[in-house]
Nanobody
Framework: QVQLVESGGGLVQAGGSLRLSCAAS????????MGWFRQAPGKEREFVAA?????????YYADSVKGRFTISRDNAKNTVYLQMNSLKPEDTAVYYC????????????????WGQGTQVTVSS
């Protein structure tokens, strides 16, 4: 079983940057693909970014964040990151990290483990 804890959320002005972290428990972190999702009040949860397991880790992004957000992982620290640049008010949401075995997916229904989320608020 894997436990995930997000951190790094906060209030930032439009155009600013924020870096989210997701710390994972367990000694098999490197075998999991990791994803970031977000959900705004009254909205459905949506895919943001994902990174595959292993040393290299191919990355994948939603069109809405591609070019602005960067996902990365540090397997030695059991941590996945989401670097968010050029933030927009529409990025405001609770951000969740999630884990699944080996390969990434854009569908939240395919992820096995979820963190509690961290709030990101972008002011105009």
């Amino acid at each position: 079983q894997v436990q995930l804890v997000e951190s790094g959320g906060g209030l930032v002005q439009a155009g600013g940057s924020l870096r989210l972290s997701c710390a994972a428990s367990g000694r098999t972190f490197s075998t999991y693909a990791m994803g970031w999702f977000r959900q705004a009040p009254g909205k459905e949860r949506e895919f943001v970014a994902a990174i595959n397991s292993g040393g290299g880790g191919s990355t994948y992004y939603a069109d809405s964040v591609k070019g602005r957000f960067t996902i990365s992982r540090d397997n030695a620290k059991n941590t996945v990151y989401l670097q968010m640049n050029s933030l927009k008010p529409e990025d405001t949401a609770v951000y969740y990290c999630a884990a699944r075995r080996i390969y990434y997916s854009r569908s939240d229904t395919t992820y096995d483990y979820w963190g509690q989320g961290t709030q990101v608020t972008v002011s105009s």
